[in-house]
Protein backbone atom coordinates (compact mmCIF):
# COMPACT_ATOMS: atom_id res chain seq x y z
CA UNK A 1 0.00 0.00 0.00
CA UNK A 2 1.79 3.20 -1.29
CA UNK A 3 -0.03 6.02 0.25
CA UNK A 4 0.67 10.01 -1.61
CA UNK A 5 -0.17 12.91 0.51
CA UNK A 6 -1.81 15.96 -1.09
CA UNK A 7 -1.65 19.87 -0.15
CA UNK A 8 -4.29 21.41 -2.80
CA UNK A 9 -7.06 20.48 -4.69
CA UNK A 10 -4.92 20.31 -7.36
CA UNK A 11 -2.09 18.27 -6.45
CA UNK A 12 -4.90 15.75 -5.66
CA UNK A 13 -6.31 16.06 -8.87
CA UNK A 14 -3.36 15.84 -10.29
CA UNK A 15 -1.82 12.36 -8.68
CA UNK A 16 -4.70 10.65 -9.11
CA UNK A 17 -4.64 11.55 -13.13
CA UNK A 18 -0.88 10.77 -13.44
CA UNK A 19 -1.59 7.39 -11.51
CA UNK A 20 -4.39 6.43 -13.66
CA UNK A 21 -2.75 7.98 -16.61
CA UNK A 22 0.44 5.33 -16.38
CA UNK A 23 -1.41 2.75 -16.14
CA UNK A 24 -3.25 3.56 -19.24
CA UNK A 25 0.45 3.93 -21.01
CA UNK A 26 1.47 0.08 -19.89
CA UNK A 27 -1.63 -0.84 -20.68
CA UNK A 28 -3.66 0.97 -23.10
CA UNK A 29 -6.59 -1.29 -23.44
CA UNK A 30 -6.54 -1.16 -19.79
CA UNK A 31 -10.69 -2.18 -18.38
CA UNK A 32 -11.42 0.67 -16.06
CA UNK A 33 -13.75 1.08 -13.29
CA UNK A 34 -14.51 4.08 -12.84
CA UNK A 35 -16.12 6.12 -9.40
CA UNK A 36 -18.84 8.89 -9.36
CA UNK A 37 -19.01 11.29 -6.62
CA UNK A 38 -17.05 14.93 -6.15
CA UNK A 39 -14.22 12.91 -5.29
CA UNK A 40 -12.80 11.84 -9.25
CA UNK A 41 -13.97 15.49 -10.79
CA UNK A 42 -10.62 16.66 -10.66
CA UNK A 43 -9.19 13.89 -11.86
CA UNK A 44 -11.68 13.60 -14.62
CA UNK A 45 -11.04 16.91 -15.80
CA UNK A 46 -7.05 16.45 -16.10
CA UNK A 47 -8.06 13.41 -18.21
CA UNK A 48 -10.34 15.33 -20.25
CA UNK A 49 -7.99 18.17 -20.65
CA UNK A 50 -4.69 15.33 -21.54
CA UNK A 51 -7.01 13.60 -23.99
CA UNK A 52 -7.52 16.76 -26.45
CA UNK A 53 -3.33 17.12 -26.11
CA UNK A 54 -2.99 13.94 -26.58
CA UNK A 55 -0.74 13.21 -23.43
CA UNK A 56 -2.92 10.40 -22.47
CA UNK A 57 -4.27 8.08 -25.28
CA UNK A 58 -7.74 7.00 -23.91
CA UNK A 59 -9.21 5.49 -27.29
CA UNK A 60 -8.19 1.97 -26.37
CA UNK A 61 -9.32 1.62 -22.78
CA UNK A 62 -12.28 -0.06 -22.29
CA UNK A 63 -14.09 1.42 -18.92
CA UNK A 64 -16.85 0.37 -16.78
CA UNK A 65 -18.82 2.24 -13.97
CA UNK A 66 -18.24 0.57 -10.23
CA UNK A 67 -22.18 1.52 -9.37
CA UNK A 68 -25.55 2.66 -10.07
CA UNK A 69 -29.17 3.65 -8.58
CA UNK A 70 -31.66 0.99 -8.83
CA UNK A 71 -34.61 2.16 -10.41
CA UNK A 72 -33.23 4.83 -12.77
CA UNK A 73 -32.17 4.93 -16.26
CA UNK A 74 -28.95 6.13 -17.35
CA UNK A 75 -30.21 9.08 -19.38
CA UNK A 76 -31.83 10.72 -16.06
CA UNK A 77 -29.31 13.07 -14.69
CA UNK A 78 -29.61 11.69 -11.45
CA UNK A 79 -27.86 8.52 -12.50
CA UNK A 80 -23.87 7.72 -12.25
CA UNK A 81 -23.98 6.85 -15.87
CA UNK A 82 -25.33 10.36 -16.45
CA UNK A 83 -22.57 11.87 -13.68
CA UNK A 84 -20.12 9.94 -15.99
CA UNK A 85 -21.09 11.13 -19.58
CA UNK A 86 -20.76 14.59 -18.22
CA UNK A 87 -17.91 14.84 -16.14
CA UNK A 88 -15.73 12.13 -18.89
CA UNK A 89 -17.13 10.17 -21.06
CA UNK A 90 -18.68 12.67 -23.32
CA UNK A 91 -16.13 15.08 -22.57
CA UNK A 92 -13.35 13.05 -23.77
CA UNK A 93 -15.40 11.96 -26.98
CA UNK A 94 -14.45 8.23 -25.49
CA UNK A 95 -15.70 5.74 -27.90
CA UNK A 96 -19.27 3.74 -26.37
CA UNK A 97 -18.62 0.89 -27.83
CA UNK A 98 -15.56 0.87 -25.70
CA UNK A 99 -17.95 1.63 -22.18
CA UNK A 100 -20.53 -0.88 -20.07
CA UNK A 101 -22.48 1.31 -17.83
CA UNK A 102 -24.72 -0.57 -15.47
CA UNK A 103 -28.60 -0.12 -16.40
CA UNK A 104 -30.02 0.34 -13.07
CA UNK A 105 -33.84 0.29 -15.13
CA UNK A 106 -32.71 -3.43 -16.12
CA UNK A 107 -36.45 -5.36 -15.32
CA UNK A 108 -33.92 -8.04 -14.23
CA UNK A 109 -31.50 -6.27 -11.47
CA UNK A 110 -29.73 -9.74 -11.22
CA UNK A 111 -29.25 -10.51 -14.55
CA UNK A 112 -27.83 -7.27 -15.39
CA UNK A 113 -25.37 -7.46 -12.55
CA UNK A 114 -23.89 -10.53 -14.40
CA UNK A 115 -24.06 -9.11 -17.81
CA UNK A 116 -21.64 -6.37 -16.44
CA UNK A 117 -19.57 -8.97 -14.44
CA UNK A 118 -19.57 -11.06 -18.21
CA UNK A 119 -18.70 -7.67 -19.63
CA UNK A 120 -15.31 -7.50 -17.28
CA UNK A 121 -14.56 -11.25 -17.91
CA UNK A 122 -14.25 -10.34 -21.40
CA UNK A 123 -11.55 -7.86 -21.09
CA UNK A 124 -9.99 -10.00 -18.75
CA UNK A 125 -11.11 -8.70 -15.49
CA UNK A 126 -10.46 -4.75 -13.94
CA UNK A 127 -6.71 -4.01 -14.86
CA UNK A 128 -7.57 -0.36 -12.39
CA UNK A 129 -10.10 0.22 -9.89
CA UNK A 130 -10.62 3.85 -9.20
CA UNK A 131 -12.35 4.16 -6.03
CA UNK A 132 -13.60 7.12 -3.82
CA UNK A 133 -14.15 6.50 0.06
CA UNK A 134 -17.38 6.78 2.09
CA UNK A 135 -17.13 8.11 5.56
CA UNK A 136 -18.73 4.63 6.76
CA UNK A 137 -15.27 3.21 5.03
CA UNK A 138 -17.63 1.76 2.05
CA UNK A 139 -16.04 1.42 -1.45
CA UNK A 140 -18.20 1.37 -4.76
CA UNK A 141 -22.11 0.13 -2.97
CA UNK A 142 -20.00 -2.03 -0.52
CA UNK A 143 -21.32 -0.82 2.57
CA UNK A 144 -20.43 -2.29 6.10
CA UNK A 145 -21.17 -6.03 6.39
CA UNK A 146 -20.81 -6.55 2.76
CA UNK A 147 -19.55 -9.95 1.56
CA UNK A 148 -15.88 -9.88 0.24
CA UNK A 149 -16.30 -12.21 -2.32
CA UNK A 150 -19.01 -11.19 -4.52
CA UNK A 151 -19.14 -9.90 -8.02
CA UNK A 152 -21.33 -7.46 -9.33
CA UNK A 153 -24.59 -7.73 -7.28
CA UNK A 154 -27.77 -5.63 -5.78
CA UNK A 155 -27.49 -4.03 -2.73
CA UNK A 156 -29.60 -1.94 -0.32
CA UNK A 157 -28.00 1.64 0.24
CA UNK A 158 -27.32 2.46 3.93
CA UNK A 159 -29.47 5.35 5.45
CA UNK A 160 -25.67 7.33 5.98
CA UNK A 161 -25.02 6.83 2.33
CA UNK A 162 -28.05 8.19 0.95
CA UNK A 163 -27.73 10.64 2.88
CA UNK A 164 -24.31 11.93 1.83
CA UNK A 165 -25.62 11.15 -1.72
CA UNK A 166 -28.78 13.91 -1.05
CA UNK A 167 -26.59 16.73 -0.58
CA UNK A 168 -25.68 16.60 -4.10
CA UNK A 169 -29.67 16.91 -5.17
CA UNK A 170 -31.46 20.08 -4.49
CA UNK A 171 -34.43 19.58 -7.12
CA UNK A 172 -36.20 17.23 -5.05
CA UNK A 173 -34.71 14.05 -6.43
CA UNK A 174 -34.49 11.65 -3.86
CA UNK A 175 -31.48 9.12 -3.55
CA UNK A 176 -33.01 5.28 -4.27
CA UNK A 177 -33.29 2.43 -1.40
CA UNK A 178 -31.01 0.15 -3.50
CA UNK A 179 -28.00 0.58 -5.39
CA UNK A 180 -25.93 -2.14 -8.20
CA UNK A 181 -22.77 -2.47 -7.15
CA UNK A 182 -19.48 -4.22 -8.27
CA UNK A 183 -18.72 -6.36 -5.48
CA UNK A 184 -15.59 -5.98 -3.02
CA UNK A 185 -14.20 -9.88 -4.41
CA UNK A 186 -14.25 -8.02 -7.79
CA UNK A 187 -12.33 -5.23 -6.54
CA UNK A 188 -9.74 -6.69 -5.24
CA UNK A 189 -9.00 -9.01 -8.44
CA UNK A 190 -8.24 -5.15 -9.82
CA UNK A 191 -4.89 -5.98 -10.68
CA UNK A 192 -4.04 -1.92 -9.63
CA UNK A 193 -6.28 -0.20 -7.39
CA UNK A 194 -6.17 3.91 -7.18
CA UNK A 195 -8.20 4.89 -3.80
CA UNK A 196 -8.92 8.85 -3.58
CA UNK A 197 -9.50 10.09 -0.60
CA UNK A 198 -10.22 13.47 0.68
CA UNK A 199 -12.47 15.67 3.21
CA UNK A 200 -12.20 15.07 6.69
CA UNK A 201 -15.30 12.81 6.57
CA UNK A 202 -13.16 10.27 5.35
CA UNK A 203 -10.88 10.41 8.16
CA UNK A 204 -12.20 7.63 10.45
CA UNK A 205 -12.48 5.35 7.61
CA UNK A 206 -8.75 6.04 6.18
CA UNK A 207 -7.25 5.38 9.54
CA UNK A 208 -8.86 2.03 9.71
CA UNK A 209 -7.38 1.48 6.25
CA UNK A 210 -3.89 2.25 8.07
CA UNK A 211 -4.25 0.39 10.92
CA UNK A 212 -3.68 -2.79 8.81
CA UNK A 213 -6.42 -4.97 10.04
CA UNK A 214 -9.18 -6.25 7.79
CA UNK A 215 -12.59 -5.62 9.35
CA UNK A 216 -15.75 -6.69 7.64
CA UNK A 217 -17.30 -3.69 9.46
CA UNK A 218 -14.92 -1.27 7.57
CA UNK A 219 -15.52 -2.80 3.62
CA UNK A 220 -12.13 -0.27 2.51
CA UNK A 221 -10.03 -2.65 4.72
CA UNK A 222 -10.89 -5.81 2.22
CA UNK A 223 -8.41 -3.66 0.05
CA UNK A 224 -5.38 -4.28 2.77
CA UNK A 225 -2.29 -6.76 1.53
CA UNK A 226 -3.44 -5.78 -2.21
CA UNK A 227 -0.32 -5.69 -4.72
CA UNK A 228 -0.62 -2.45 -5.80
CA UNK A 229 -3.14 -0.34 -3.88
CA UNK A 230 -1.77 3.18 -4.30
CA UNK A 231 -4.12 5.66 -1.89
CA UNK A 232 -3.93 9.57 -2.97
CA UNK A 233 -5.07 11.39 0.01
CA UNK A 234 -5.27 14.81 1.46
CA UNK A 235 -2.55 15.93 3.78
CA UNK A 236 -5.05 17.36 6.53
CA UNK A 237 -5.76 13.58 6.75
CA UNK A 238 -2.34 12.20 7.56
CA UNK A 239 -2.38 12.62 11.18
P1 LIG B 1 -17.70 11.51 -2.57
O1 LIG B 1 -18.21 10.01 -2.39
O2 LIG B 1 -16.62 11.45 -3.57
O3 LIG B 1 -18.88 12.25 -3.09
O4 LIG B 1 -17.23 11.94 -1.23
C1 LIG B 1 -17.28 8.98 -2.29
C2 LIG B 1 -17.99 7.69 -2.03
O5 LIG B 1 -19.00 7.69 -1.32
O6 LIG B 1 -17.54 6.67 -2.55
Do not use: C
Amino acid sequence: MLFEWTDSPEEFAERGAAHAAAVIDDMPEAAIALPTGSTPIGLYDRWVERAATGEVQLNRAHFFNLDEYAGLPQADSHSFAAFLHRHFLDRAAIDPARVRLLRGDAPDLEGEAAAHDAAVAAQGGLDLAILGLGGNGHIAFNEPGADWNQGTHRVPLTEATRIANQAYFEDGFTVPRDGLTMGIGMLRKARRVLLLVTGVAKAEALAMLRAGRPDPAWPVTALIGHPHLIVVADSALRG
